[in-house]
C-alpha cells in the first residue's frame, strides 16, 4: 500500500515540470511576439556606467560597442579600482579610437562597499552628468540601437527602471557552452514565467537603466552595498515603491567564460547560493519545474515499460519545446541549433548545482570569498588577517 502511494506521488509531482515547461514555451511566445520599435524622436541624454576590474576576453569589442551606439547625446564613464587595473590600457585604446564619444575613466571606489561591483558604481554615480542612468557588465556587448530600445519605455513616467535579457557568446570549450545554454534554456525563460505571474521585480545585471531621481529613492547604490545580488535587489526595490520595472523584447551578448570544470561549478555555483538567498522559498520551488530528475524517478516507478518510456520522451520533449520557443525563436541563439543535444547534460549539471547550493553559504566571487548571509556578502577572513580592534 505505501509503495503504491508513493509510487502514484512520484508520477503526480512528474507532472509538474510538464506545467511549468508548457507554461514557459506560451510565456515565451508571447513575449516576443511583440517588438516594438523604438521612437526617433525620444532621445534624452544618457550616463553610461562600466564598473571594470581586470583584463576580460575580448573586453575592446565589447566596451567599444557602447561607442557606436546610434544615439543622439550620452557619455560613458568606466570606473576601475586603481592605477594598477590591466583594463586601463584597453579603456585608452577606447578613448583614443572613437575621439567622437565622451568618454572618462575614474579610478577609485568607495571603501564602505563589500560588493566590488557596487563601490564602483558608487564613485561613478558623482561624476555622471545626465539624469538617466545605464548600467551594465564589463562582458556585455550590444548593437546600434540599444541605447534607443532600453530608454523607450521611460518615456511612461510611470517606468522606474528597465532591463533587458542576454545572451551567451561562448569561447572554444565545452563548459562555456554549458554555461551559455543555461541562460537561454533554462534561466532566462524562468524570468518570463515570474514576470507573468508576479510582474517584474527584479533587474539583471546585463542592463540596468534607471533614472537618478529613482534611484536616490531608494537610498542609492549605497544601499546595495553589500547585496549579493545587486541587480535583483535594485529592481525590487524600485518595484517596491510603485514604480514599473520593464523588460524590453530584444537582447544584449555577454560572455560565457568558463573554460573549464571549475570555472563552470564555482560560476554556477555562486549564482545558485545568491538565488537561494535571494528567492529562498522560490529556490526551493524550482525542484518541482525539473523535469530530469523526476521524469527518470516516474520512469523507476512506473507501472509498465510503455508508462516509462512515455516518463521520459513527453519531459524531454517539453524541454526542448522551451528551448526552442525562447532561445531559438525569441533570442535567435544560434548555439542551439549546434548544440541542442547537451540540454540533458546541462540539466544534469543544473540539478547537481541546485543540491550543492543547498548545502553552502560560501562563494567565490573574483579573488575573493564570501560567506553570503540573508542575501548580504561578508568577506570571509584570512587567518594572517589581523583582528579588528
Known amino acids: 500500500m505505501l509503495l503504491s502511494l508513493l509510487r502514484w506521488a512520484v508520477l503526480a509531482i512528474a507532472i509538474l515540470p510538464l506545467i511549468y515547461y508548457l507554461a514557459a514555451t506560451l510565456c515565451a511566445w508571447d513575449f516576443f511576439r511583440r517588438r516594438p520599435e523604438p521612437s526617433p524622436d525620444f532621445t534624452p541624454p544618457v550616463s553610461i556606467l562600466k564598473p571594470l576590474k581586470g583584463l576580460e576576453r575580448e573586453a575592446y569589442e565589447s566596451l567599444a560597442s557602447f561607442c557606436r551606439q546610434d544615439y543622439r547625446e550620452y557619455e560613458i564613464l568606466f570606473g ?23 568618454i572618462r575613466l575614474v579610478i577609485g571606489r568607495a571603501d564602505h562597499a563589500t560588493n566590488n561591483k557596487v563601490a564602483k558604481l558608487c564613485r561613478l554615480l558623482p561624476e555622471a552628468r545626465h539624469e538617466l ?20 519605455p ?11 535579457l542576454y545572451r551567451g557568446m561562448t569561447v572554444a570549450s565545452l563548459w562555456s557552452e554549458l554555461e551559455a545554454l543555461n541562460l537561454t534554456t533554462d534561466w532566462l525563460p524562468s524570468t518570463l514565467v515570474a514576470r507573468k505571474f508576479e510582474g517584474v521585480r527584479f533587474a539583471l545585471g546585463a542592463t540596468m537603466a ?42 544584449v551578448e555577454t560572455l560565457c567564460a568558463s573554460a573549464t570544470a571549475r570555472q563552470f561549478f564555482t560560476h554556477q555555483l555562486r549564482w545558485g547560493v545568491f538565488i537561494r538567498h535571494c528567492r529562498p522559498w522560490g529556490y526551493v520551488g524550482e525542484l518541482f519545474t525539473k523535469g530530469l530528475p523526476w521524469s527518470i524517478a516516474a520512469a523507476l516507478v512506473a507501472p509498465s515499460r510503455l508508462i516509462a518510456i512515455g516518463c521520459l520522451a513527453i519531459p524531454l520533449a517539453a524541454r526542448l519545446g522551451v528551448a526552442l520557443s525562447f532561445g531559438a525563436y525569441g533570442m535567435k541563439d544560434p548555439l542551439l541549433a549546434r548544440r541542442w543535444w547537451l540540454i540533458p547534460l546541462r540539466d544534469t549539471l543544473e540539478f547537481l548545482v541546485w543540491v550543492l547550493a543547498l548545502l553552502s553559504n560560501r562563494v567565490r566571487w573574483g ?21 579588528a580592534a
Not at 545605464?134 to 532600453?150: F, G, N
Not at 521611460?154 to 533587458?164: Q, W
Open 80 to 102: 576601475v579600482d586603481d592605477e594598477r587595473d590591466l583594463a586601463i590600457p584597453v579603456v585608452e585604446r577606447i578613448m583614443h579610437d572613437f575621439p567622437g564619444v565622451p
Open 367 to 387: 579573488d575573493t570569498e564570501f560567506y553570503v548571509r540573508r542575501g548580504r556578502l561578508i568577506p570571509v577572513r584570512s587567518k594572517s588577517a589581523p583582528l
Open 210 to 251: 534607471v533614472t537618478r531621481t529613482r534611484l536616490a529613492e531608494i537610498g542609492g547604490f549605497k544601499a546595495l552595498a553589500d547585496r549579493a545580488t545587486d541587480d535583483h535587489d535594485l529592481g525590487k526595490r524600485i518595484a517596491s515603491r510603485g514604480c514599473r520595472v520593464e523588460l524590453i523584447p530584444c537582447h
Open 154 to 164: 521611460f518615456r511612461d513616467p510611470s517606468v522606474g527602471a528597465v532591463t533587458s
Open 133 to 152: 542612468l545605464v548600467i551594465s557588465d564589463a562582458d556585455t556587448r550590444v548593437r546600434p540601437d540599444y541605447l534607443r530600445r532600453v530608454v523607450a
